[in-house]
């Protein structure tokens, strides 16, 4: 959960110094003609080279191999595609690849976001890895896809899509952060489908997000596997409209690397003073609301965490409880049986703290909840649908 340090990325992940971006003759591309006007820019030194050469409408195509560098688009209706074996290593770099142009001194779209600076990006297969930060920045942009890809071992995110809307990240794969893989964050109307996560801190993280659908997803082999939050410091100050269905979601037990805060007079061995949310989250934890509202957790299998299966509770940095979150025909099966410290105890396949209202379980199959009775005091009266 990171609130102090996360706070501080909020303001300081909006521009691309000019020294991380490697530049190239623009003569290094080649371009090809189409009968519609779009061409097909072929990398032939740097991907920079290839993207400065591009106009709307045009794809750039990167070959196998490695490329060392950090690449800034800020061409709208763009696509860059190659294979898996097309690899940007951003190793010394931020991050491997940020589309949008970070304008200064406009009106926002929201308060604390640039306007739409592009549009109708594409980014197809390639390999992004070793970013300092991220693999992929996409601040202000409209209308997005990011398919196909592997995003490995950049330190903190892979995806991360900000003050971005009409997005859809699938069929990528990857891992290996301190932080989400894929990262949805003061975004609207993002679908995260068919993505296959593991080894890293959170497979996939929505906060303060507006209208986001994660479907269809392999996660497992995180801290966590997908986690729903409000964290302060950012333009919006709420989680909405959240459908979370058909995921699986299974062995979540990553040891977090965050040692637990301390705090008087409970001393936890290994504890640090209080300064990254992260240290407040539990190993073993498979889908977690704190303090989201409108969220519909459905259809998903949940099996193997050693903490918690599904849980909602409130949210410890004042923004109140989970609110109209409904749970129904999950399987949600032996999580619970080895919980971390950080728990504080509690632990099982189905987990709620009582506040909030309109939150609700139906038609689950599970074996223990916390409290006990929970799942059953707290049922739906009518089944929700939603699509």
């Known amino acids: 959960m990171r609130q102090p340090l996360r706070a501080r990325r909020a303001l300081t992940m909006v521009a691309v110094p000019a020294a991380t971006v490697l530049m190239a003759p623009m003569l290094a591309a080649q371009a090809a003609s189409a009968s519609d006007g779009a061409r097909t820019i072929t990398v032939r030194t740097t991907i920079q080279a290839a993207v400065n050469a591009a106009r ?9 191999g490695t490329y060392h560098e950090s690449v800034l688009v800020t061409t709208s209706h763009l696509t860059i ?14 991050y491997g690849m940020v ?8 009106a926002p779209v929201f308060p604390g976001c640039t306007p739409v600076s592009v549009r109708d990006f594409t980014l197809k297969g390639l390999t992004i890895r070793n970013a300092d930060d991220t693999g992929i920045f996409m601040r202000g942009v409209d209308r997005f896809r990011v398919t196909g890809g592997r995003y490995v071992n950049n330190k903190e995110y892979g995806i991360f899509p900000r003050c971005s809307r009409d997005g859809r990240i699938d069929h990528n794969a990857g891992g290996g952060g301190r932080d989400a893989t894929i990262y949805v964050g003061v975004d609207d109307n993002v679908t995260v489908e068919h993505n296959d996560l593991s080894n890293g ?6 906060e ?3 209208a986001t659908f994660v479907r269809d997803n392999n996660v497992t082999g ?7 939050i409000v964290l302060p410091g950012l333009p919006r100050t709420s989680t909405d409209h959240v459908v979370i269905e058909g995921n699986r979601v299974k062995d979540n037990n990553l040891p977090n690397p965050f040692p637990p805060p301390c705090a008087a007079p409970d001393q936890p061995p290994g504890c640090a003073p209080f300064t990254d949310d992260l240290q407040l989250l539990p190993s073993g934890t498979g889908i977690l609301s704190v303090g989201g509202h409108d969220v519909l957790v459905r259809d998903n299998l949940v099996k193997g965490n050693d903490t918690v299966g599904i849980g909602m509770v409130t949210n410890p940095f004042g923004f109140g409880p989970a609110l109209d979150t409904h749970v129904v025909d999950n399987t949600v099966r032996g999580n619970g049986l080895h919980p971390d410290l ?3 105890g509690q632990a099982g396949d189905l987990l709620y703290d009582g506040e909030g209202t309109g939150n609700c379980f139906a038609d689950n199959e599970f074996t223990t909840d916390f409290p006990a009775g929970i799942a059953t005091a707290f049922a739906c009266p009518v089944m929700p649908h939603r699509s």
């Open 201 to 206: 801190e959170i497979g996939i993280e929505l």
């Open 342 to 344: 950080r728990s504080g």
């Open 99 to 106: 589309v949008g142009d970070q304008p200064t001194g406009a």
């Open 208 to 210: 303060d997000t507006l």
């Open 81 to 94: 595609k190659g294979s898996a074996a097309a690899v940007l290593d951003a190793s010394g770099f931020t």
């Open 222 to 228: 995180n801290v966590a596997g997908i986690f729903v």
């Open 56 to 64: 709307p409408g045009d794809t750039v195509l990167v070959p196998p």
